[in-house]
């Protein structure tokens, strides 16, 4: 079994005792210093103390696994990263969102609604025409992230 799958399985059984769900999952091959990055994220988002908790008990298993020096990172996803899950986008009702479709055609809008894999976006007004708002399939949609505003 490779490192990466033994993380992948460590991980499923550590998150299985929470309410959170793994986002990504990624492990270097480097032999000078591996590195295993974990993004974690639930329905009510993910505090830096349930991050800490979860290095915890996860770095003292690999340990007695990697011989070698590691590093090992567990975080929620920033906030510039893609949605992923179903559940990132109901998390992210009433956001604008950049999406891009497998197409290749961009979308920008405020996400409405979500329901079986369907959500309905409110694209922006261009020209002070507002269109209407659409249904996309989450197949159809390569990349989507939140669009972050300060205003």
Known sequence: MSLKETVVKLVDDLVAETDCYVV???????K???KVTIFLDSDAGITID???????Q???????????????EVSSP?????????R?????????????KTDKTEIKGKLI?????????????KKKVKPEAMALSLDEI???KVIISFK
């Open 24 to 30: 990504d999952i990624a492990v270097s091959d480097s």
């Open 32 to 34: 000078i210093r591996r």
């Open 50 to 56: 349930q991050c800490t908790a979860f290095s915890r």
């Open 58 to 72: 996860l770095g003292n298993q690999l340990e007695e696994i990697i011989e070698e020096a590691f590093t090992l």
């Open 78 to 86: 920033g906030a510039d990263s893609p949605l992923k899950f179903e």
């Open 88 to 100: 990132q986008y109901v998390k992210n009702i009433g956001r604008s969102l950049r999406i891009t």
């Open 113 to 125: 609604e979500v329901n079986n894999g369907t959500l309905v976006i409110e694209p922006e007004a």
């Open 142 to 144: 390569l990349e989507a």
